[in-house]
């Protein structure tokens, strides 16, 4: 990927968290962060997104945003953007992830 090429998919990037993310400023920070509209947690679609894409590797699942999408009852573009998001805070999904499957 070109610099160039980065840059676009950077902005659309952007773009997309700020159409569809909300990010809660409470005491728990960005793990808080919700799809705008659906109160859906950006935490939860994105495992969802990995079991999805887990079965898909096994040749369970159908494509993973589609199928996230679909079962959420939300446009693609909004599980794009909470992936865009979660890459952005990687290690606070990552943990609030970890402590919703050790509860």
Avoid: F, K
């Amino acid at each position: 990927m070109t610099a160039e090429a980065l840059a676009r998919a950077l902005e659309q990037a952007d773009t997309l968290i700020a159409q569809h993310i909300d990010a809660d400023p409470g005491p728990a920070g960005d793990e808080r962060a919700s799809v705008r509209g659906y109160g859906i947690p950006v935490w939860s679609l994105v495992a969802t997104y990995r079991r999805t894409a887990q079965a898909l590797a096994a040749g369970q699942a159908a494509e993973p945003v589609e199928a996230v999408a679909h079962a959420y009852g939300l446009p693609p573009s909004a599980v794009v953007a909470a992936l865009a998001y979660a890459l952005r805070y990687r290690d606070v999904i990552n943990r609030r992830i970890a402590r919703n499957r050790a509860d």
